[in-house]
């Protein structure tokens, strides 16, 4: 069994957009973003991005669309020196009550079911307080969120009662830098 780091799309590896990310060239990858990939790549973790995309289930955009925004975005990140091993995408609006929908863990467990992974060495890394929900849901060791994208907002609001331990970092770097820190010291 491999661990993995769970990353959120928007706001974590590219920048968010308030009107959802519609087409390939409103894409922005945060600078940060490849050589931090790498970094927990070369620490064997597998990568999983995991993101809600309901502008499909709003009618904003095709499937098709937001399939191809993400295999593009995968052949960027690889084209720049990284990898990713899976991309999951929840493409239904929030009140449509699916099982893969963050804060909710599906995504998640269809990655540790398909590829093997070992939830007590992986973490989750999002913008969001769903992103946290979900990982802590499905098992994960650790919990980070990014201040990029919402994450600045979201840790202004209240925490949810029921989350439990997690750190606050400025960006994807500094997520690496704790979840490898934390690493070192549990060889």
């Excluded at 990310?21 to 409103?26: A, F, G, K, L, P």
């Excluded at 600045?152 to 997520?175: F, H, I, T, W």
Aim: aromatic share 6%; hydrophobic share 35%; charged share 25%.
């Amino acid at each position: 069994m491999y661990p993995a780091v769970f990353l959120d799309r928007d706001g974590v590896l590219i920048e968010n957009r308030e009107d959802y990310v519609r087409e390939w060239s409103q894409v922005l990858v945060y600078p940060k973003t490849y050589l931090s990939l790498l970094r927990i790549q070369t620490a064997g973790y597998k990568i999983v991005v995991v993101t809600n995309q309901s502008a499909v289930g709003r009618g904003l955009i095709s499937i098709q669309t937001a399939e191809y925004i993400n295999v593009k975005l995968i052949e960027t990140i690889r084209e720049n020196g990284a990898h990713v091993d899976r991309v999951y995408m929840c493409p239904h609006q929030p009140d449509e009550g699916c099982d893969c929908r963050k804060p909710k863990p599906g995504m998640i467990l269809q990655a540790v079911r398909e590829l093997d992974l070992d939830l007590s060495r992986s973490w989750m890394i999002g913008d969001a307080w769903s992103d946290l929900l979900a990982g802590q849901s499905a098992g994960a060791r650790g919990l980070i969120m990014v201040k990029t994208g919402r994450g600045l907002d979201q840790s202004r609001n209240s925490k949810p009662e029921n989350l439990q331990g997690y750190s606050l970092v400025d960006d994807l770097e500094k997520a690496v830098d704790t979840l490898l820190a934390d690493q070192g010291r549990n060889r």
